[in-house]
T-cell receptor
Framework: DVKVTQSSRYLVKRTGEKVFLECVQDMDHENMFWYRQDPGLGLRLIYFSYDVKMKEKGDIPEGYSVSREKKERFSLILESASTNQTSMYLC?????????????FGPGTRLTVT | AQTVTQSQPEMSVQEAETVTLSCTYDTSESDYYLFWYKQPPSRQMILVIRQEAYKQQNATENRFSVNFQKAAKSFSLKISDSQLGDAAMYFCAYRAAGNKLTFGGGTRVLVKP
């Protein structure tokens, strides 16, 4: 079974703090993704990576950056957390575009910025 | 840009009955994939069913089936013989060339015993 894990289930941070969310997958997938999930808005793509050290902006990259130094690990960084970044953050991975490119999701990190 | 719309924020169904979730999408592509994902309360999101646009036959996975209407850009999910474990958020998603998924806003399914 594909396993995608995220470093924390719940996180509380203060405004202005630098926040790191980590994601690890164990199936040697090329592609990794970070989404944020908000009620009524579904999942919105923040950034994705299709290879080590490669990244592309998603639909809402402002206020975020990412790092992928190893194939299995994809980190989301909030340089200076703000209250409007309070949300559920989901990580996902996929093998490649073939066969529909099914994405496998982690359990999510619920981040609260106060 | 592609958009995915789920017009039903919440649906309620009696156990053992059938419920249909609607999804419409907007695209100018001819080759793409459509997905339904399930997110149970406090649990990980999982893939329920996948449809390839070039296939006319509707996909089926056990009690889950889709009604794919390409011309109408409609992709509904039918859950038959609903079970308590079907209670979850359901997301419709679209993917064309590349790796990016576009999700709808989600529909919460409540199952009444």
């Amino acid at each position: 079974d594909v396993k995608v894990t995220q470093s924390s289930r719940y996180l509380v941070k203060r405004t202005g703090e630098k926040v790191f969310l980590e994601c690890v997958q164990d199936m040697d997938h090329e592609n990794m993704f970070w989404y944020r999930q908000d009620p009524g808005l579904g999942l919105r793509l923040i950034y994705f990576s299709y290879d080590v050290k490669m990244k592309e902006k998603g639909d809402i990259p402002e206020g975020y950056s990412v790092s992928r130094e190893k194939k299995e690990r994809f980190s989301l960084i909030l340089e200076s957390a703000s209250t409007n970044q309070t949300s559920m953050y989901l990580c996902a991975s996929s093998l490649y575009s073939g066969r529909g490119g099914e994405q496998y999701f982690g359990p999510g990190t619920r981040l609260t910025v106060t | 840009a592609q958009t995915v719309t789920q017009s039903q924020p919440e649906m309620s169904v009696q156990e053992a009955e059938t419920v249909t979730l609607s999804c419409t999408y907007d695209t100018s592509e001819s080759d793409y994939y459509l997905f339904w994902y399930k997110q149970p309360p406090s649990r990980q999101m999982i893939l329920v069913i996948r449809q390839e646009a070039y296939k006319q036959q509707n996909a089926t996975e056990n009690r889950f089936s889709v009604n794919f209407q390409k011309a109408a850009k409609s992709f509904s999910l039918k859950i038959s013989d609903s079970q308590l474990g079907d209670a979850a958020m359901y997301f419709c998603a679209y993917r064309a060339a590349g790796n990016k998924l576009t999700f709808g806003g989600g529909t919460r399914v409540l199952v009444k015993p």
